[in-house]
């Protein structure tokens, strides 16, 4: 064989050899861009999550927040109603609408945290909001029977036909009261008992009766049914206790905000 078919028999070798190689090769080639393509899929997934993670995390510090401004605002603003002076129908309207607003504003903004949970901070939520509302409500419950009992006196001390029956009406309720001091009663006011398990003493029952009576005597627009109703309940034990309350408000906040810390990390 001449030299130039030695060569094409080498070449055909050569040539033979190098197609494993190639394939070989590509292989190794899309093995590697499969890998970094993997790879750059978990990254942008991890980075997804990530970024998911932190939205979720603002979108509950937020809505955290928000509801603890919320109860602050509800229970400092009940307080600065304590301080209100003079105590008139006109002033307490004015508070009691402002509380009623932030009241509805607590619970939209609990709402919110019950939504994005988790479980334990939106049953802290709940706690904290409830103390606050018992709070808000027995110190309008206060302040409203303050009122009716300032209005009371007022009009005794003024010269007009129905003195003499507003005073008969002031001796009835001092009555009912040294009776149910007497008796030592410390149940609620008859209109606030929904059982039959805890009846008044009769000679409370009969000293209440002597009081609707005394009210009945009035003209008709001299108190509003609920101003009759704080100045009953008002000579009974009030069912709550301001200092408990106030307890209640305190723990129940540290705990949401103890649960909140944990959640947001």
């Not at 494993?20 to 978990?42: F, N």
């Not at 999550?49 to 955290?64: A, E, F, G, L």
């Amino acid at each position: 064989m001449d030299l130039q078919g030695v060569g094409a028999v080498a070449a055909a070798a050569v040539a033979a050899l190098a197609v494993p190689a190639a394939l070989v090769t590509g292989r190794w080639s899309t093995r590697g861009a499969l890998a970094q393509a993997e790879a750059t899929y978990k990254a942008a997934l991890e980075t997804s999550q990530n970024t998911d993670k932190q939205w979720r995390r603002s979108v509950r510090r937020d809505s955290y927040s928000t509801f603890l401004l919320a109860s602050t605002q509800l229970h400092i603003k009940t307080e600065r109603m304590m301080r209100t002076r003079p105590i008139t129908a006109t002033t307490l309207t004015t508070a009691f609408e402002e509380l009623s607003r932030l009241r509805d504003e607590l619970e939209a903004k609990l709402t919110v945290v019950e939504l994005e949970g988790p479980d334990a901070v939106a049953e802290a939520a709940r706690n904290l909001a409830s103390a606050v509302n018992r709070f808000s409500a027995s110190r309008r419950k206060y302040v409203s029977i303050a009122q009716a009992e300032q209005k009371l006196r007022t009009l005794i001390r003024e010269d007009t036909p129905a003195r003499i029956g507003l005073s008969a009406l002031q001796s009835a309720l001092d009555t009912l009261r040294g009776t149910i001091y007497t008796c030592h009663w410390e149940g609620p006011a008859p209109f606030e008992i929904e059982s039959l398990d805890s009846p008044l003493p009769d000679e409370v029952a009969e000293a209440f009766g002597q009081a609707q009576l005394a009210f009945m005597r009035l003209p008709a627009d001299t108190f509003t049914m609920s101003e009759e109703r704080d100045l009953l309940q008002g000579t009974f034990k009030l069912q709550h206790n301001p200092s408990e309350e106030m307890r209640e408000c305190t723990l129940s906040k540290s705990v949401f905000i103890q649960a909140a810390r944990r959640t947001l990390g």
